[in-house]
C-alpha cells in the first residue's frame, strides 16, 4: 500500500482560464443522479447478509460486510500503517500523528456533500465501506482491536490525538459517545487526547456537554464551506442533502461555551468558489470567538459531485494558507490584510522581513488541525496526503525546508534573488523535514524577529 496513487485530477498551477484561483461560477457542482430502488439505505450490503470479520481492507473482497459502529470504525490509510494494520509507507512521513476513525454503517453517510466521496448520492455505484474519503481508502476495524494496539502501546504510543469522526446517521450521537466511553476505559486522555468532528445536523447542545463531560479535549465543527451561499450549494438544498448553515452555527456556538477558548474550531476547505477575503474574514471570526481554523484545500474527489472541476491553484492556497497562519497564531489582523478587487491577498500586513522569516519556517504550509505534543502551531493530524498527490502537495504533513520551501516561495510569487526553484528538486534530494525540534526552533527564530 503506497501513498502515491494514480491521479485522476492533478492540481494546475492556474485555475479556470489561467486565473490564480477558483472563481464561484465555475465551481458548481453537478446534481445527484436518482439511486435505484434497491440500493437505497445500503440495499445491497443488507440483502449479501454476510457477517464481518475482523478488519476489511476496502475493495480487498467481493461482498462488503455488515459491519456498523459502534463495534466497528473506518480508520484513515495512515493510521492503519502507523497501527500496523496495513502494510505499506507515508512519503517522507514515518507514521501519522493522529488516530482518525470514522463512524461507520452499511446505510452510510445520510448526507450528500458535493466534494465528499462518502455522499449518499454513491449508493448507485459503491458500497459505503469502499468508499473513498479524502482521497484515500479507510479499512474498517473493530474498535476493541484500536484499543487493544493502541492501549498495549501506552506512553510509547505514536499518536498524539485521536479523532473521532461522526457522519450524519441516526446512531452516530450514541455511537459516538460509544467509542468515546470505550476509549477513555482503556486509554488516558492525558496520552492521547480525543478530539470530536461533529455532525451538527443530528446533534442538541446537550450531546455537546455530554462528550466534554466523558473527556473529549477539542470539538470541530466541519463548516467547509466558507459562505452560507458555498455552503447551501454543495451540502444543503443545492444538493438534496439535510445540512443548514444556521444549524452548524448554532452547535459551533455551543461548543464555544461548552469547550471554552482554544478548544473549539471549525474545518474550511479552500477552493469551492469562496474569495481569499470571504475565507480570511471567517478565520478572524473564529479567532475573535476563540477558536482555530483547520483548512483543506478542494480537491476532486474521484466519485463526487465536484470531480469535474479544478483543483484549487497552488498560488491561491498558498495566499490562503500563510494569511491563515498570520491570523490564527500571530495576532495579524485581517483587517491589516489588503485584497485586490477579486478578493486575492495583495498585503499580508507584515513587514517583508517578518513575512521571510515566517514562510521560511514552514510551519504555515503544514497540515492544519488539533494539536499534538511538539507545539500549540504543529497539528497532530496531519492527514497524509489528503487534499493533494505527493507530487503536488499542499498541506505538508511534515516539516517542508530546502527545495520544499523554495516550491512555495515560487507558488506565493516570493522567491528570494537567486534562489528561484527548479521544478522537482524538491524529488531529487529531498530533505527529510521530521525533525520536528527543527520545525521548534525555525518557529522561535520566526517569532522572534
Ligand atoms: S456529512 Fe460529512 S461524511 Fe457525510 S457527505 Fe457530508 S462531508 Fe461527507
Known amino acids: 500500500m503506497t501513498c502515491l496513487k494514480p491521479e485522476a485530477a492533478a492540481p494546475a498551477d492556474t485555475g479556470p482560464g489561467g486565473a490564480d484561483f477558483n472563481p464561484f461560477a465555475v465551481m458548481q457542482p453537478r446534481r445527484p443522479d436518482a439511486i435505484p430502488r434497491d440500493f437505497r439505505n445500503g440495499g445491497r450490503v443488507k440483502a449479501a447478509d454476510v457477517a464481518p470479520a475482523g478488519v476489511y481492507l476496502p475493495n480487498n473482497n467481493k461482498m462488503t460486510p455488515a459491519m456498523r459502529s459502534p463495534d466497528y470504525v473506518q480508520m484513515s490509510t495512515a493510521a492503519a500503517i502507523t497501527l500496523g494494520i496495513m502494510p505499506g509507507m507515508l512519503y517522507r512521513c514515518a507514521c501519522t500523528r493522529c488516530l482518525n476513525l470514522l463512524l461507520t454503517y452499511p446505510e452510510g453517510c445520510r448526507a450528500n456533500c458535493a466534494y465528499c466521496g462518502l455522499a449518499r448520492h454513491r449508493e448507485a455505484e459503491r458500497d459505503y465501506a469502499d468508499r473513498n474519503f479524502i482521497r484515500v481508502d479507510w479499512p474498517a476495524v473493530p474498535m476493541a482491536e484500536i484499543v487493544e494496539k493502541v492501549a498495549a502501546d501506552g506512553e510509547d504510543t505514536p ?104 478548544k473549539f474550531g471549525a474545518h474550511i476547505i479552500v ?50 494558507q500563510l494569511a491563515r497562519y498570520l491570523i490564527d497564531y500571530c495576532d495579524v489582523r485581517v483587517e491589516r490584510m489588503a485584497f485586490d478587487e477579486e478578493g486575492r491577498v495583495t ?38 496526503y489528503g487534499d493533494s498527490p505527493p507530487s503536488n502537495i499542499a498541506s505538508y504533513p511534515f516539516q517542508p525546508a530546502g527545495a520544499d520551501i523554495r516550491r512555495i516561495r515560487h507558488q506565493l510569487d516570493m522567491e528570494k534573488p537567486g534562489e528561484a526553484y527548479e521544478p522537482g528538486e524538491e524529488f531529487d534530494d529531498p530533505d527529510d523535514g521530521s525533525d520536528d525540534d527543527q520545525a521548534a526552533s525555525a518557529t522561535a527564530e520566526a517569532r522572534a524577529v
Open 159 to 262: 499518536f498524539h490525538r485521536m479523532c473521532i469522526s461522526m457522519i450524519t446517521h441516526p446512531r452516530s450521537d450514541d455511537d459516538t459517545v460509544t467509542v468515546l466511553k470505550q476509549w477513555t476505559d482503556r486509554i488516558d486522555p492525558a496520552t492521547v487526547p480525543v478530539s470530536i468532528l461533529s455532525n451538527p445536523t443530528t446533534m442538541q447542545r446537550s450531546d455537546v456537554e455530554t462528550l466534554k463531560d466523558l473527556g473529549a479535549d477539542i470539538f470541530t465543527v466541519a463548516l467547509d464551506a466558507a459562505t452560507p451561499e458555498i455552503f447551501d450549494r454543495t451540502r444543503g438544498k443545492g444538493v438534496d442533502s439535510p445540512h443548514s448553515w444556521k444549524k452548524y452555527w448554532e452547535i459551533l456556538m455551543d461548543a464555544r461555551d461548552v469547550f471554552g477558548p482554544q
Open 271 to 320: 477552493g469551492m468558489g469562496e474569495t481569499e477575503a470571504d475565507v480570511l474574514r471567517l478565520v478572524q471570526e473564529l479567532v475573535d470567538l476563540g477558536g482555530h481554523s483547520h483548512m483543506f484545500c478542494f480537491f476532486p474527489e474521484k466519485g463526487s459531485l465536484m470531480d469535474h472541476l479544478p483543483a484549487t491553484p497552488r498560488d491561491q492556497w498558498r495566499r490562503v
Open 347 to 384: 498585503d499580508f500586513g507584515l513587514p517583508r522581513a517578518e513575512l521571510d522569516a515566517i514562510v521560511d519556517a514552514g510551519i504555515a504550509f503544514r497540515t492544519s488541525g488539533c494539536p499534538g505534543k511538539f507545539q500549540e502551531d504543529i497539528s497532530a493530524c496531519d492527514r497524509p
